[in-house]
């Protein structure tokens, strides 16, 4: 199977990994060069780290490095089974690549928006065959996370779903159909997460690392919320609290925090920046026990 991503950033790069894995010929496409040579280089690390893990072997490191190739225009994707984009979230941005996608690849290529948060079916609705357009959302990070939510648009015909759920079952990912509803199921769940940690520290009843470690110790995460936050990019996780709010007409279970606004607006974006709510430069805070 042909597969392309588009976006080499944190979950393209994943889920090319994951693709080549079971063998699909992968297509990574970004605009940005520098994130494909990124890419290329940390799934060397990746795959040096799973041999010294004995997990894989010199041989499978060729196999899976050998299924990727690393393009920066959209026509070189014409020849896709299938096309999952990876790309910053927001949803004109997302339309418009669709409907230029649309044009370059076959009559039979299945489009799916890896979007944590946006409308699917909005998507679909930019290109003139809506009925291919999916949702095939990979949790972070993509090879390491078991689940992966599969988001028909209302459009989305039923051979599209079925194509869909198989192949990702192939990948040895397990799927959850979703509806397509702001936020999806997990995403959805985990606002509150996140938003009543921020309101703790906001109201100073507790630091981060008080409340992460709690939520490790006594709540079983495996991340506490910061941590996670730190993880997954402020950038990301605060559009898509943004994007849930909006959607579900302002509710204010889903109200955004200004403390992370602030992080996103300072560049502080987590762990890809070296700093979020933690500074990764020094050495972390304990939590009060
Ligand atoms: P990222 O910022 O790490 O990577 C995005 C990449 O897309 C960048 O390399 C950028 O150069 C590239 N890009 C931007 N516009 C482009 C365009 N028009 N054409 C080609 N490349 C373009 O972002 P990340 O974290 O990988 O997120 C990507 C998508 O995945 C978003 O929709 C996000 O909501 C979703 N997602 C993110 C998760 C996370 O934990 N970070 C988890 C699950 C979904």
């Known amino acids: 199977m042909k597969v392309a991503v588009i976006g080499g950033g944190t979950m393209g790069s994943g889920i090319a990994q994951v693709a080549a894995t079971s063998g699909c010929q992968v297509k990574l496409f970004d605009l940005n060069n520098e994130a494909l040579i990124k890419s290329k280089i940390s799934l060397e690390k990746v795959l040096d780290r799973l041999i010294e893990k004995q997990k894989i072997d ?3 490191k060729n196999r899976i490095q050998n299924n ?25 941005v ?21 979007t944590s948060s946006l409308s699917i079916t909005s998507i679909a609705a930019s290109c003139q065959k809506p009925e291919r357009v999916i949702g095939i959302h990979f949790f972070n990070p993509a090879p390491l996370m078991q689940l992966v939510e599969v988001v028909p648009a209302i459009q989305t015909s039923e051979e599209v779903l079925n194509k869909t759920v198989q192949t990702i079952s192939d990948w040895k990912k397990v799927v959850a159909v979703a509806k397509d509803t702001p936020g999806f199921i997990v995403n959805r769940v985990a606002r509150p997460f996140y938003s009543e940690s921020l309101r703790i520290l906001e109201e100073g009843f507790a630091d981060m690392a008080t409340i992460d470690w709690s939520l490790k110790e006594m709540g079983g995460f495996k991340m506490g919320p910061f941590e996670l936050m730190d993880f997954i990019g402020h950038d990301v996780n605060y559009v898509v609290t943004e994007t849930v709010f909006t959607a579900f007409y302002f509710d204010p279970r889903y109200k955004p925090s200004l403390t992370q606004k602030r992080l996103v607006e300072a ?22 026990e």
């Open 68 to 92: 990727i190739s690393y393009v920066n225009t959209l026509n070189d994707l014409s020849d896709s089974d299938l096309v999952i984009e990876a790309i910053v979230e927001n949803l004109e």
């Open 58 to 60: 010199a041989a499978e």
């Open 267 to 288: 560049g502080y974006l987590g762990r890809k920046s070296g700093r979020g709510f933690y500074d990764y430069n020094k050495e972390l805070p304990k939590p009060i």
């Open 94 to 114: 997302k339309r418009k690549v669709f409907s230029e996608l649309e044009t370059l690849v076959s009559e039979n290529t299945i489009l799916a928006s890896n």
